[in-house]
């Protein structure tokens, strides 16, 4: 009775290891990090229970539609944790940007909804050949196209 009740604890401990462990590599390993960059199109904030902060980048070049002759552009969808970040990052939308991120095998909905997590920014540049004209409304408080 008694080396049936070991190995029944035995086996309990091993198991809730293997779920630990592999809790751990899903979600907390940080499987790779790195660098990329392209036009911000945007930063959101958004969810129905965590409220999580969301963007999207415009890579340069283009890469083909799977099975079809179209063309698309490459997007790189991310999260962000830090508020700061995510602040600075909501006014540089359609700005050349440098993001250093992230990636885990899993997505926690607390930490956002995707594997790349943006920790960082890394540069921020005005995209070559644009004039950044401000637009001031009326007295009214719209804009007169």
Request: charged letters at 20%.
């Amino acid at each position: 009775m008694r080396t049936g009740g070991k190995i029944l604890t035995a086996v309990l401990v091993l198991a809730v290891l293997a779920l630990a462990a592999f809790f751990y590599i899903k979600y907390y390993f940080v499987f790779g990090e790195g660098v990329k960059a392209g036009e911000l199109n945007q930063i959101v904030y958004k969810g129905w229970v965590w409220k999580t902060y969301e963007g999207r980048l415009i890579q340069t070049g283009f890469k083909g539609a799977k099975g079809s002759g179209s063309l698309q552009s490459n997007e790189f969808n991310f999260s962000v944790v830090k508020k700061s970040v995510a602040d600075s990052l909501m006014r540089c939308s359609g700005k050349q940007v440098e993001l250093h991120y992230k990636e885990y095998n899993g997505a926690l909905p607390w930490r956002g909804m995707q594997h790349y997590i943006v920790d960082s920014i890394v540069s921020v540049t005005q995209p070559q050949g644009t004039t950044t004209i401000p637009i001031i409304p009326d007295d009214s408080g719209y804009i007169d196209m």
